[in-house]
């Protein structure tokens, strides 16, 4: 299982930006983020079929995530960015089989790279 994360950078707050985490196939996925000198916390999720998501409630109202099954693509979309979504941003995907999103890490079976996100004040 391969995943790509992209569309990270520098946004000024109250900005947006849109990642894109591409797949080699479909599966469930979640969003984490490693803010510096903090956890990796759980962002958001979304089920296998596209029709369930998952949100922590520090992004809830201000996060979206969609998916793109034709591409197995998940996107997440972050409006009214704040200095403390600055972080190192993860998509994963669950083994085959699981059709829930989980706010556990380690519930998720790969990983992708990361993509550094910047929010300026």
């Known amino acids: 299982v391969q995943l790509q994360a992209s569309g990270g950078g520098l946004v000024q707050a109250g900005g947006s930006l849109r990642l894109a985490c591409a797949a080699s196939g479909r599966y469930t996925m979640g969003w984490f983020r490693h803010p510096p000198g903090k956890e990796r916390e759980f962002v958001g999720s979304?089920?296998?079929?596209?029709?369930?998501?998952y949100y922590a409630d520090s992004v809830k109202g201000r996060f979206t995530i969609s998916g793109d099954n034709a591409n197995n693509t998940v996107f997440l979309l972050m409006n009214s960015l704040k200095p403390e979504d600055t972080a190192v941003y993860y998509c994963a995907a669950r083994a085959t089989g699981y059709y829930s999103g989980s706010a556990y890490s380690s519930d998720y079976a790969y990983w992708g790279q990361g993509t550094l996100v910047t929010v300026s004040s």
């Open positions: 979304i089920s296998w079929s596209g029709r369930s998501t």
